[in-house]
């Protein structure tokens, strides 16, 4: 599976952005998938996942209520729509697919990340 995020980009605190991350090369519907962001000089961290068919989703706590992944299954892509972003949002984003079943325990494939600053 190739995995291509976008969407990201420079937003003043209290802003939006929504991430995508195309999915190609295998049935989309066999993975769940999980949006993931590195800050710099702090590891990995786990921000959202949804699972295969999208009745699913899970959220580190520092996000919810603010963001949203959701899934088109017929456009083969996840999303990730942010709002009141805060400074510490910033961060290379990566998007990551998990086979099935739910929940995800270790991810299979990553794609590159896209980056999302936050100016204060």
């Known amino acids: 599976v190739q995995l291509q995020a976008s969407g990201g980009g420079l937003v003043q605190a209290g802003g939006s952005l929504r991430l995508s991350c195309a999915a190609s090369?295998?049935?989309?519907?066999?993975?769940?998938m999980a949006w993931l962001r590195q800050a710099p000089g702090k590891e990995r961290e786990f921000v959202a996942a949804?699972?295969?068919?999208?009745?699913?989703?899970n959220y580190v706590d520092s996000v919810k209520g603010r963001f949203t992944i959701s899934r088109d299954n017929a456009k083969n892509t996840v999303y990730l729509q942010m709002n009141s972003l805060k400074p510490e949002d910033t961060g290379v984003y990566y998007c990551?697919?998990?086979?099935?079943?739910?929940?995800?325990?270790?991810?299979?494939?990553w794609g590159r990340g896209t980056q999302v600053t936050v100016s204060s």
């Open positions: 949804i699972s295969w068919r999208g009745y699913n989703t």
């Open positions: 090369g295998r049935a989309f519907t066999d993975y769940n």
């Open positions: 990551a697919a998990a086979t099935r079943p739910w929940p995800i325990r270790t991810y299979a494939y």
